[in-house]
């Protein structure tokens, strides 16, 4: 890497970090306000928003331990913001959606993160935001210990079914 660009991420990288975080953090306290969720539950409400989910697919889809989406899973139910299908108590399988005031949190969080984005990469091209995304993928894989960084994003790929423009067939 050119010593010069090395010393600017230096101070820039860590710079940038605080900045996106700190909106990042205002913008899910308003949410919690609203909702009383956290950003944890951001994401299975998103991820629920237009499919259905079995609890185990669930968990896979978000690459998240089984343990932990029971939990949110609970919580947003006890929030009436999911149901699940099950006829039985007890019953094993069973598929998860969004009541209609789940749905209306999730059209309402896709909309906020729409017009973040917006606001994020505003005036870069989707050519340069191809490049970011590879980048930004390459350097946690390049972090990553133990191989879970590339399944986590070949299941994010699957789930917004995205491929980047130079991977397309």
């Known amino acids: 890497?050119?010593?010069e660009l090395r010393e600017y991420w230096k101070l820039l990288v860590p710079v940038m970090g605080r900045i996106l975080n700190k909106d990042h953090e205002a913008r899910y306290k308003k949410t919690k306000e609203l909702y009383e969720i956290s950003t944890i539950h951001v994401k299975y409400l998103l991820a629920?928003?237009?499919?259905?989910?079995?609890?185990k697919d669930l968990s896979e889809c978000l690459s998240m331990d089984k343990a932990n989406t029971t939990r949110a899973i609970s919580y947003l139910e006890s929030k009436g913001y999911v149901k699940d299908d099950r006829e039985a108590e007890n019953s094993r399988k069973f598929?998860?959606?969004?009541?209609d005031s789940g749905r209306n949190v999730a059209d309402y969080l896709n909309s906020d993160i729409d017009q973040m984005f917006s606001l994020y990469?505003?005036?870069?091209?989707?050519?340069?935001l191809r490049i970011i995304v590879r980048s930004m993928e390459r350097t946690c894989?390049?972090?990553?210990s133990d191989g879970t960084c590339e399944k986590i994003i070949e299941s994010l790929k699957k789930t917004a079914k995205y491929?980047?423009?130079d991977e397309r067939s």
């Not at 629920?48 to 609890?55: I, N």
């Not at 990469?121 to 340069?128: A, L, V």
């Not at 894989?141 to 990553?144: A, G, L, W």
Request: a negative charge; one cysteine or more.
């Open 1 to 3: 890497m050119d010593p």
């Open 48 to 55: 629920l928003r237009d499919k259905e989910y079995t609890l």
């Open 95 to 99: 598929t998860l959606s969004l009541t």
């Open 121 to 128: 990469f505003k005036g870069i091209s989707d050519q340069d």
């Open 141 to 144: 894989m390049n972090i990553d």
């Open 163 to 165: 491929v980047c423009s």
